[in-house]
């Protein structure tokens, strides 16, 4: 007799009960998707900041502004190779609503800081560089507005004001550039600082933050020290840590997303655990004659002990892959409601090949003991219990 069949004819005997197992680890699956992927767009910044690069901020608080000085004064450290440095805009297009992730840089050094993140061809660089008012923007973004290269676009500021009055520039797109890693965030739009610095009302020549890269990672810990030693006791003190430190302590300011993964995602998965495990024991425990018959008629023990861990394997699986296809589908109906806040918001490889982990564990966790139970059962006693 096939074994496939029986394992078949035994998951579904109580239709009923087969469903609401199923649909218990396929919530269990889609609060998984949803919140590891909402994770990992979170940590996106982490995962790809580069080794060998430091980010320098003021002391008091990241939104403190450095003098511009401090840039050269950056660059003359030991060990230090590239230095740019950047300002926030506070852009918007047309409505408020409408946030853009905009930032006014020094062109050149900020391409050469992010040359492995940001791809632009050759001559949408140099039509850049050779335009003040020109900008770059990201893939994701000009998508999302309708930009095309060329287009003269009115970009509005929430914190700055033009000298001329208003608070709208007139820009020049003049290059859109992907980002070298999928998870790259391409929303976000570049503009000259000198242009920047020429045309606000107010700021004089302070920038936000500087960034720069260093000739050996190994020597990031020296060179940080040397910079915030050199700046002590001085009208503005600097703090210096890696790209990726700076991205967790900014992500880790709404909250710890880890710990509120790790709490969701263990109280589900504990649940669904004793529920599913329950489920799986009371059903061999409804099928104790017929084992004790399968084994009379000569099915080996252990052929019955595979039968009844491959059943919870199935279930862990038919109820888990749909949970995460459900939570595929959701984040691909986010992507574009969430793109001006989470670009990097996908279901991607590594998350499914984790959650298909948890199902074959779920499975072999909830049918391990039943099996087990099934395996050591003596026929006259199973006889006796009838």
Known sequence: MNDLYLIYKNMTR???????????????????????????????????????????????????????????????????????????????????????VAMAVEPESWLQVYEREILLPPEQRAAWLGNRQGVIVGESLAQRLGWKIGDRVPVSSSIFSHKDGGHTWDFVVEGIFTGSDPQHDTNSMYLHFKYFMETQSFGGEWIGWITLTTVDAAQNQRIADAIDSGFANS??????STEEAFSKAFIEQIGNIGLIIFGVVFMAFFTILI????????????????????????????????????????????????????????????????????????????????????????????????????????????????
Do not use: H
């Open 14 to 100: 109580k239709p009923l009960r087969l469903f609401l197992t199923c649909f218990a680890i396929f919530i269990a699956f889609l609060i998984f998707g949803a919140v590891t992927t909402l994770k990992s767009a979170l940590d996106a910044g982490i995962d790809l900041a580069a080794d060998n690069r430091l980010v320098v901020v003021n002391k008091i608080n990241f939104t403190q502004p450095l003098p511009i000085a401090y840039a050269q004064k950056v660059a003359a450290v030991d060990g230090v190779e590239n230095v740019t440095y950047a300002n926030w805009f506070g852009g918007y297009y047309q409505e408020a609503r409408n946030q853009i």
């Open 275 to 386: 529920l599913v495990g329950n489920t799986m024991a009371l059903a061999v425990r409804e099928r104790t004659g017929e084992i004790a018959v399968l084994k009379t008629l000569g099915f080996p023990a252990p052929r019955i002990f595979k039968m009844v861990l491959t059943e919870s394997l199935l279930i862990a699986l038919i109820g888990g892959l749909a949970g995460l296809g459900a939570a595929w589908l959701i984040i691909q109906g986010a992507k574009g409601t969430m793109a001006q806040f989470l670009p990097n918001l996908m279901l991607d490889s590594g998350v499914a090949l984790q959650a298909l982990l948890f199902m074959l564990l779920l499975g072999l966790v909830t049918g391990l003991l039943p099996a087990l139970n099934a395996l050591r059962l003596n026929i006259v006693t199973a006889f006796n219990r009838g």
């Open 235 to 240: 009208q503005a003190e600097t703090d210096t």
